[in-house]
């Protein structure tokens, strides 16, 4: 038993006035035949030998009892429950309402109902899903207000973000993790991914970049990696780059140009689809140093202004380029040559 406070009142048990202590201690019991054991907090009387509760640790016990039955069989605290519904910012009644239950069942199984094992499946779904709270969202939209629905859209997609960028960056990583060790394909330099992104914004950020597309971008980012290796020993961003038809290309640049933070559009070009990369709303670039920027701006400088076939087409006068087998990995080693500086 461990002694938390001590206070001077009026006792109900030997109803006289005396210091009554609050204890806590570890408690045995049995809840839908489960035999459960959790921590509980009492008054006790010294006088009398008895313990008795305040209204608030009645309700505290109790919960901690349903708690520790939840605990045994697998089921959601209340303490889960609630930070599930915290991810999202959303009320209980409006959760209850997107998940189709009574406007009172979300409350109830964070106050003192113990949840059936259906619901408590379809809350561990919204726990690791935000898409799924997105799709909710969207069907429900009629039954909330504007400013919840939102809020809740705002919430949602962040977190949706969020977990669609850790996929990625797990799926890009798996690609580098053969060729990180060869310092002549990473530019003595461990990719960075919030350099590389930090690099296309910085790019698209730019009034002097031209018509920034896909086949642009890519060549704008292998100049940046080569610049940078030439001047100082290493690559900007460890970007790993393979020669293809159109010049050079990163390893998983499919991936990494998905990422959340990377502003595209899809744009129809004739009978072909276009991806086109636009201004973000942020402007600050956490991952890049002055001298980052000063190669950056050397780069756009030289072909910021240059149509996709130009920037090709020097990019295939390149030593690195020409000296590379196709579909090989560019060595930084051949960048000496490089035609900027």
């Not at 206070?7 to 045995?28: A, G, S």
């Not at 045994?72 to 930070?83: D, F, P, R, S, W």
């Not at 960028?165 to 993790?177: C, F, G, R, T, W």
């Not at 030439?230 to 640049?253: D, F, I, N, Q, T």
Request: proline fraction near 2%; glycine fraction near 4%.
């Amino acid at each position: 038993m461990e002694i938390l406070k001590s206070e001077r009142i009026l006792c109900p048990c030997c109803m006289v006035e005396h210091d009554v202590k609050t204890v806590r201690m570890m408690e045995d019991n049995i809840f839908k035949d489960k035999p459960v054991e959790y921590m509980v907090e009492y008054q006790f009387c010294e006088r009398t030998g008895d313990f008795f509760e305040e209204e608030d640790q009645l309700t505290s016990n109790f919960l901690a009892m349903k708690n520790a039955y939840r605990e045994k069989v697998g089921l959601l605290t209340t303490k889960q429950i609630v930070e599930i519904r915290g991810k999202y910012g959303i009320t209980q009644r409006d959760l209850s309402l997107l998940l189709g239950w009574g406007t009172k069942t979300v409350t109830r199984y964070e106050r003192c109902q113990v949840q059936d094992p259906a619901h408590d499946t379809i809350l561990r779904k919204l726990d690791s899903d935000p898409e799924w709270f997105l799709q909710l969202l969207m069907a429900g939209k009629d039954k909330l207000s504007e400013a919840a629905y939102q809020k809740y859209l705002k919430n949602g997609t962040a977190l949706f973000e969020k977990d669609h960028d850790l996929y990625l960056e797990k799926a890009i990583m798996s690609q580098y993790v053969i060729i990180r060790n060869d310092p002549d394909a990473t530019g003595n330099k461990v990719l960075s991914l919030g350099i590389v992104v930090d690099m296309i914004r910085y790019f698209a950020n730019s009034v002097a970049v031209k018509c920034l597309y896909r086949v642009k971008l890519m060549k704008l980012l292998w100049y940046s990696d080569a610049l940078s290796y030439k001047r100082r020993g290493y690559s900007m961003s460890g970007l790993v780059y393979r020669a293809l038809p159109m010049g050079a290309v990163p390893v998983a640049y499919e991936l990494i140009l998905d990422l959340s933070r990377i502003n595209c559009k899809e744009v129809e070009i004739g009978f072909a689809t276009g991806y086109q990369y636009l201004p973000t709303e942020s402007k600050e670039y956490a991952c890049l140093t002055a001298e980052d920027k000063e190669i950056l701006d050397t780069v756009i400088q030289c072909f910021g202004a240059s149509s996709k076939r130009a920037i090709v087409e020097a990019m295939h006068q390149e030593d690195a380029y020409i000296k590379t087998a196709l579909n090989d990995v560019i060595k930084y080693s051949l960048v000496s040559t490089l035609s900027i500086s």
